[in-house]
């Protein structure tokens, strides 16, 4: 095993990345919970009043095993704002903010879960390219914009 | 990084709306001998706005650093804490990239010593820094409030909280949690007697910067503070817009040519319900 890790080719791919992250958090997660409990926004979701931190954790790591998670796990994938306690609690030095960013992806449906199984929608404003482009013409020159965002 | 070192300042997206941060980040990193290539907008995207749809995010990362590459300065600079975490967490894993990333923060604080000498003008101001803390990658906090104490004539007033998330903009998907967060800094600015509130990131800035209609103290960016010691003025057009008020108002500061060169119903429709929409607390 140490040798084939050895011989692995980095991925070449986001979905080559998220797809090895997701084997080794899942290898290495004890739902022990901490993650879940050392989160400050939990108070903010009404869905996580009674929620118990192990059954909430096993909900994120379904949405990356591409199984729709329990409500409790999609209640805390929507309130996170990258806090990063989560990262900092981990006793196994799992990127917790990382695994819930790609349970998010996953709630998304854009690890391939069917449409109808996604839970969460993309973040993006609408326009986004476009209002980004317009307020450039406000706060640059003509040159600066060709010479600095092209 | 030596001193005449070059390098790749990457200002990311939603900084735009802020051109006073992007040229006055500039001018700071030249003032303390750095030679800048400035990059960013929506041709230098991180793509981390994209995780509904990862082949945009993937095309946008690899054509990204692609073009850092390309520079081939060796070092990229982020301003943006979105565009450093998804570097580091995300892009930087897949492809190639041939540069160290730094942050804003840490270059200056590496040269503190260099840019105390350019910062000559009093800048009379009692300034308490609006904080988050959830940027682990580099803990800007102790590096920003270590450049304001060089500003001479500038009292620093420590602040005892900080907010979670690694910028306002993360709040924002829990409206709850960013009016206790806007709450709670309103609340301590008056009780400490600060009548500036430093931002740090522009996401901060763009939600909070229109406080100053309506609370006793002025919310000004930290490089906004650094530059005005250094003699230079970079005019905080958005912050205007924000405060005009009226939608009349708004299309008046921003101008009715500028509105027609962006378009009038992308101004209308994506723009000005942004202007106008007000800090909650």
Known sequence: ??????????????????????????????????????????????????????????????????????????????????????????????????????????????????????????????????????YSQTQMSAGQVEKWQR | M??????????????????????????LLEAVGIEVTPAGGAGYCCGTAKDGNLRAAEGMAKRTVEKFNAHGTGQVVSWCASCDRHMNGFMGEYTQPQFELSHFTQILHARRDVLAAKLTRRVERKVMLHRHFGFHEVDVNPLVEDLLRLVPGLTLVESGTAAPGHMCSALSRVPAALKDVTRGLCDEAVARGADTVATVFHSCHRLLCALEGSEPFKVVNYVNLLTESMGLEFHDDYKSWKLAGSEEAVIATVGRERVAAMGEKLFRESMLPELLKQPVK
């Not at chain 1, 989160?39 to 096993?58: F, H, I, W």
């Not at chain 1, 609690?89 to 917790?96: K, M, Q, V």
């Open chain 2, 2 to 27: 030596s001193a005449s070192e070059k390098i790749t300042f990457w200002y990311g997206c939603n900084v735009v709306r802020h051109g006073d941060i992007i040229h006055g980040a500039i001018a």
């Open chain 1, 1 to 134: 095993m140490f040798l084939l890790d050895i011989l692995k080719k980095p991925p070449e791919t986001l979905r080559g990345h998220l797809d090895d992250f997701i084997a080794d958090t899942l290898a290495r997660c004890t739902r022990c919970g901490k993650c879940y409990e050392a989160c400050p926004m939990t108070r903010y979701s009404e869905g996580l009043s009674n929620a118990d931190a192990k059954q909430v954790v096993s909900g994120v790591l379904d949405w990356l095993k591409q199984t729709p998670g329990n409500a409790e796990s999609v209640a805390w994938l929507k309130v996170c704002t990258q806090s990063a306690k989560c990262a900092d609690a981990c006793p196994e030095g799992i990127n917790a903010m990382k695994m819930v960013r790609v349970g998010q992806m996953s709630a998304m449906g854009s690890l391939g879960l069917p449409a109808e199984q996604a839970k969460l929608s993309g973040r993006e404003a609408k326009d986004f390219f476009r209002v980004i482009n317009a």
